[in-house]
């Protein structure tokens, strides 16, 4: 079986904004996907979250496999979101008032309803909250990478880069 891994929103705002300060680290994984044969996956979710600002042609899409929401992703969410919802009623950590857990929630469903997904990728630190509660409550068979740590660091592969002349 191949691995994939999930990419959220928040990565392909960086990935098509050269401006943004994690640009690079967004390029980086992307090339090493490719190179190194891991399905990139997009949720039609993450789709309709880019379109309030983005537009269609921007997304490239031809390099991904999109991933619609199902009646089987609806049903799991609903048991990871009671989780975290529970938890988070009775935390002293007290999370920032957002929306879009659900929807974190039915991302991370589909990442572990999906066998070849072995990683999620983000630069959402609210996200690994809620990834963080789900995992301590129940098995999560993907595992979450933070977008602000470089690609090397975490696939322990060396960054050598040499100047050409």
Same mark, same amino acid.
């Given at each position: 079986?191949?691995?994939?891994?999930?990419?959220?929103?928040?990565?392909?705002?960086?990935?098509?904004?050269?401006?943004?300060?994690?640009?690079?680290?967004?390029?980086?994984?992307?090339?090493?996907?490719? @190179?190194?044969?891991?399905?990139?996956?997009?949720?039609?979710?993450?789709?309709?979250?880019?379109?309030?600002?983005?537009?269609?042609? @921007?997304?490239?899409? @031809?390099?991904?496999?999109?991933?619609?929401?199902?009646?089987?992703?609806?049903?799991?969410?609903?048991?990871?979101?009671?989780?975290?919802?529970?938890?988070?009623?009775?935390?002293?950590?007290?999370?920032?008032?957002?929306?879009?857990?659900?929807?974190?929630?039915?991302?991370?469903?589909?990442?572990?309803?999906d066998?070849?997904?072995?990683?999620?990728l983000?630069?959402?630190?609210?996200?690994?909250?809620?990834?963080?509660?789900?995992?301590? @409550?129940?098995?999560v068979?993907?595992?979450?990478?933070?977008?602000?740590?470089?690609?090397?660091?975490?696939?322990?592969?060396?960054?050598?880069?040499?100047?050409?002349?």
């Amino acid at each position: 079986m191949s691995h994939s891994v999930l990419l959220d929103t928040s990565f392909f705002i960086r990935l098509l904004n050269p401006d943004d300060k994690l640009h690079n680290n967004a390029k980086d994984y992307f090339k090493y996907f490719l @190179e190194n044969d891991i399905v990139i996956k997009i949720s039609t979710i993450s789709v309709a979250e880019y379109f309030v600002r983005g537009k269609i042609g @921007e997304l490239p899409l @031809e390099k991904v496999q999109i991933i619609p929401f199902n009646i089987d992703h609806a049903v799991r969410a609903g048991e990871l979101a009671s989780i975290v919802f529970n938890k988070k009623s009775g935390s002293e950590d007290k999370f920032q008032d957002r929306k879009i857990i659900s929807n974190d929630t039915k991302l991370f469903t589909q990442a572990d309803l999906d066998p070849s997904v072995t990683y999620f990728l983000t630069s959402d630190s609210e996200c690994r909250k809620v990834y963080d509660i789900m995992a301590s @409550e129940t098995k999560v068979s993907f595992e979450i990478i933070d977008l602000n740590n470089p690609y090397h660091e975490v696939f322990g592969k060396l960054d050598l880069q040499f100047d050409q002349e």
